[in-house]
């Protein structure tokens, strides 16, 4: 059985009995209060293709400018359509706002949904998350208790602008270690200072990094990764440049792989290069690197001379220190005792080749042997004092060792031969005046 209106036509009235199992066309308005399996007072507008079958009522999928269900006091540009056979879409003003995908995703001006949260749009496209009031505001990222992944943030684009902002107060990321605490890890403060490890910090530095506290480590350490495993020498593993505001490089700290093979885990032959720019230049230049053995080269101490004397000591442990002669930094200064100085006429010169790694093997050279003058005045020897080893980290270990002789320090025969000199010389002066007496 069909009920038919046509027209303006309208039936109201109470319907307490029958129960609507056939289709029901509609040319106007029909009015009802109780009808069985439908709950409520309604109005079914006039349009074609609206059925009511078995309590379920069915109208056609509209469009965007025309949704098959509108609203009376919005027009007939606002309501909700099918796009496509299981797929729902809201609209207002003839425009399409919010649509759900057979799949269950949403989207937010996405017709075309490709994520379960799809946004488009200018500042439509803002996703605003606003607290009531008395909680703080969170998106929370939460992995499936089955997948042993968490959650990404990103941002993807090919061009363009993206900003993560924090309109009051620092920009802050923590993470959970262990399990369920909620640790701080980085902030940008208000002053742009970017803090690892540390959620203050005062001066002019930009980067804060402080270690963690932990059984493990407590150390700050900022590591610079290279892509690829050197292929060579001279291959850059990390660089630090120091420019201006136009990104121009007036110095650079870079470490790069140094001759011979790089082998992962077990060769890892590298040199530290520091480079500055010169007047005039437009880019920097090597001053100084630190080889792979701890040799330190600077080709500007060879370049730049100077008439004065040595005045630099090398310790046993690789420290540089300034050698001095100032009475400032004497105490029970005393005239040297002649028996000193006679006993270093029991040196014995030397000719020799070396065996150091930088000197020419075909060369020879004059001198004497460090044990040897050790045994005569140990006053006259450089003595290594301290062995250095270096840790799994290879971090230098300094251990106190036995005294060593190691080299000759031949500055300190001048004072013992003035003094020989000053003595011949008198002996010389005496025997004269003694040969002028006898008139000779």
């Known amino acids: 059985m069909s009920i038919s209106i046509s027209g303006n036509g309208s039936i109201t009235g109470v319907l307490t009995s029958y129960t609507f199992d056939k289709s029901v066309s509609v040319g106007g308005t029909l009015t009802y209060e109780d009808v069985t399996n439908v709950d409520s007072v309604g109005i079914i507008t006039a349009q074609s293709g609206i059925e009511l079958t078995s309590g379920v009522l069915s109208v056609p999928d509209g469009s965007e ?40 995703g949403v989207g937010v001006g996405a017709s075309s949904i490709s994520a379960k949260l799809h946004i488009i749009g200018g500042n439509a496209g803002n996703c605003l998350i606003d607290n009531d009031g008395s909680q703080y505001t969170q998106l929370l990222l939460q992995r499936n208790s089955t997948v042993n992944t968490g959650g990404d943030l990103l941002i993807n684009g090919t061009a363009g602008e993206f900003q993560i902002r924090s309109l009051v107060g620092p920009l802050c990321f923590h993470t959970s270690s262990p399990a369920g605490t909620n640790v701080e890890r980085l902030r940008i403060d208000s002053s742009g200072r970017l803090l690892v490890g540390v959620s203050s910090a005062s001066g002019s530095s930009y980067l804060h990094v402080q270690g963690r506290v932990s059984a493990i480590t407590e150390y700050a350490g900022i590591s610079l990764r290279r892509g690829s495993l050197p292929s060579g020498a001279s291959q850059t593993l990390g660089v630090i440049n120091f420019t201006d505001n136009s990104e121009n490089i007036g110095a650079q700290i870079f470490a790069e792989s140094d001759a011979g093979s790089w082998t992962s885990g077990s060769n890892h032959r590298s040199r530290l290069i520091f480079a500055t720019t010169a007047d005039g230049a437009p880019f920097p230049t090597e001053r100084m690197r630190i080889n792979r053995n701890g040799l330190v080269s600077a080709q500007g101490i060879y370049d730049i001379t100077t008439a004065g004397s040595a005045n630099v000591n090398v310790g046993s442990s690789g420290e540089l220190q300034r ?118």
């Not at 006091?73 to 706002?97: E, I, M």
């Open 323 to 440: 050698s001095t002669s100032s009475i400032k930094y004497k105490t029970n200064v005393e005239t040297i005792i002649d028996d000193y100085s006679d006993v270093l006429l029991n040196c014995r010169p030397v000719w020799y080749r070396s065996t150091c790694e930088s000197d020419n093997p075909d060369h020879s050279w004059w001198g004497f042997i460090a044990e040897e003058v050790a045994e005569i005045d140990p006053r006259l020897v450089h003595w290594k004092t301290t062995a250095v080893t270096y840790d799994e980290n290879g971090s230098a270990v300094e251990t106190p060792c036995d005294p060593e002789p190691e080299g000759v320090q031949y500055d300190r025969f001048v004072p013992h031969l003035l003094n020989l000199i000053k003595r011949q010389k008198q002996q010389i002066e005496a025997m004269e005046a003694r040969l002028t007496a006898a008139g000779i």
């Open 65 to 104: 400018s025309t949704p098959s269900i509108q609203f009376n006091g919005s027009g007939t540009d606002t309501g909700f359509y099918s796009p496509a056979a299981d797929q729902l879409a809201l609209v207002t003003n003839g425009t399409g706002r919010l649509f759900v995908d057979s799949s269950g």
